[in-house]
């Protein structure tokens, strides 16, 4: 059975960093691409961010560019998301997903306020 389990959300000031955890078990992880993915109160889920099986190519959300960096550690079946520069528009439910499937994990909330 499929577990995805984020975690590492919390509650910043604006301008601070998080640092996200995806755990993986249940499936080959090095073997699909994954993605994050995000629903802020009262919006549909946005994607944030990708990254391929190896972890060589990665891809963002145009408005995320520069502040955030995905990567992976396959040994560890563990996906990370570095959040930098947080903006109280970057409050949200942070999930991570297999990338093209259905597969969602548990949510971590991220909250950015002063």
């Known amino acids: 059975e499929v577990h995805l389990v984020a975690s590492g959300g919390g509650l910043v000031q604006p301008g601070g960093s998080l640092r996200l955890s995806c755990a993986a078990s249940g499936f080959t992880f090095g073997a699909y691409d994954m993605s994050w993915v995000r629903q802020a109160p009262g919006k549909g889920p946005e994607w944030v961010s990708s990254i391929t099986t190896g972890g060589s190519y990665t891809h963002y959300a145009d408005s995320l560019k520069g502040r955030f960096t995905i990567s992976r550690d396959v040994a560890k079946n563990t996906m990370y998301l570095q959040m930098n520069n947080l903006t109280p528009d970057d409050t949200a439910v942070y999930y991570c997903?297999?990338?093209?499937?259905?597969?969602w994990g548990q949510g971590t909330q991220v909250t950015v306020s002063s």
């Open positions: 997903k297999i990338a093209g499937t259905n597969y």
